[in-house]
């Protein structure tokens, strides 16, 4: 009777248990699917409104609330943190963890950076002082935080130092054209100059971290760095193009303003207009609406050996108040650009070649490993069924030590232990959040570094390897 009682306890406990494990489960789901519920009519609700903006011809590249809502309704699944529950956040927050904003003052000096000089149609990079372009200023005033930006191991195997440009900039200081410097350039810089303006070279520039974009709210497009020139359209009467050049530039400097949260100002927008201009300083002293005009191109001439052409640069900039908030900054630069397309085509490409090579290799696989199987049926009961042929020669030598070289086997799967567990750990890494991609070359330094410290594991596992081939583990 004590048995039965206490069999019948277990059961009644375990049916009590699973009742209550399908109530949470119950429970749990249908809490999933209200919240589900909820986020769908949200989304159709953000939908409705966003295809009303579209059809009222409202931008998204902009700095208007109606631009910045259209943002945030496309990039509304990236503004997801977590991995079970996900929940709303900024941009910010899941593309750059940890970063904080930076305040500045009035009138005090700034600086943008310069970046590469690259082409989608060349693996090319160079320096933007390595074109023939104004040189950096010595302004004393700069000697602070702004004057040297430092750089990790990755950015500078990369190449990707930062050096101040030649542009001074005060904070809510707009002013009109100034005159940066003259350039004389030779016969070679001016073929130079054209050859990078044919393969389509952009210049890139930083300034608080934000890279600088050409925006155009008329196309709806925004696009990182500006180009360096143009070419006409259709040639003069010989056949030959023109090649024009970008010698004066607009930047545009957005900012936020909010005295009840924090003092100063916030970057939240860097932009550029370039212009072509032939001008000197008496036409730009202070001048704010210079715009590319067909008569007054900066044109490079081909000059003959021996002969300069002279180039006048100039810049000018305007600061504007705007209502986008520091954390969603970055949304337009996720937003898609007209080269977008490019990278998903490539990527389609790749796989579809993939597949078409796999099923080529299974389809030769599978006729040949037919062929074995038959000849193999054929052959049974007879007495040259006993020796083995074709596949079957193989299945001993497997796992056989090599009789050559041991050591050259030890030491490639050591090194590829090395360089698999290195870059495990970086994915590792940067998954949860620990390696910050506004950093540059933060990835490569965190791989190098990783590289080394997995040398105790190659030199276990190449270690373990030899002894396995030869059976001595002191020659090693």
Known sequence: MTMMKMKMKMKISSFLFLFCFIETLNVSVVAKLSASNNVSQKDMVGKQKYLELRRQGVDEVGH?????????????????????????????????????????????????????????????????????????????????????QKNNLGSRLQGAEMKPAPFALRVKNSHGCKILCEVNMGEKKLKWMRRLIQRHYRVHLTFDQLPVLMRSRKLNYAVRGYPIGFVSAAGDEDG??????YNHLKFTIFYQEDSGSFDGVRITGFDVHPVSKLHSKDTCDGVTDLANEPSSYQILRQVKSGEKQTIT?????QWTKSDLQWADRWDVYLIGSPDDDVHFFAIFNSLMIVLFLTGAIATIMI????????????????????????????????????????????????CGSQIGLAFFLSMLLATVKLLNPLKKGQTLTAILILYVLCGSVAGYISARIYKYCTGNAQAW
């Open 64 to 148: 208007t609330a109606e631009a910045a809502a259209m943002r945030a309704f496309q990039l509304r699944k990236k503004k997801r943190k977590g991995i079970f529950r996900k929940k709303e956040t900024s941009l910010a927050q899941v593309l750059f963890p940890g970063v904080s904003s930076v305040n500045y003052i009035d009138k005090e000096v700034v600086q943008i950076y310069t970046d590469v000089v690259n082409s989608k149609k060349t693996q090319i990079p160079f320096e933007f002082y390595d074109l023939p372009y104004c040189k950096a200023s010595t302004d004393t005033e700069l000697s602070g935080r702004f004057a040297k």
């Open 240 to 245: 030959k193009q023109d090649f024009f050049l």
């Open 313 to 317: 640069y100039s810049y000018e900039a």
């Open 367 to 414: 006729r040949t490993l037919r062929k074995d199987i038959a000849g193999y049926n054929q052959m049974q009961g007879l007495e040259e069924a006993q020796e083995e042929t074709g596949w079957k020669l193989v299945h001993a030598d497997v796992f056989r030590p090599p009789t050559t070289s041991p050591m050259i086997l030890s030491v490639l799967v050591g």
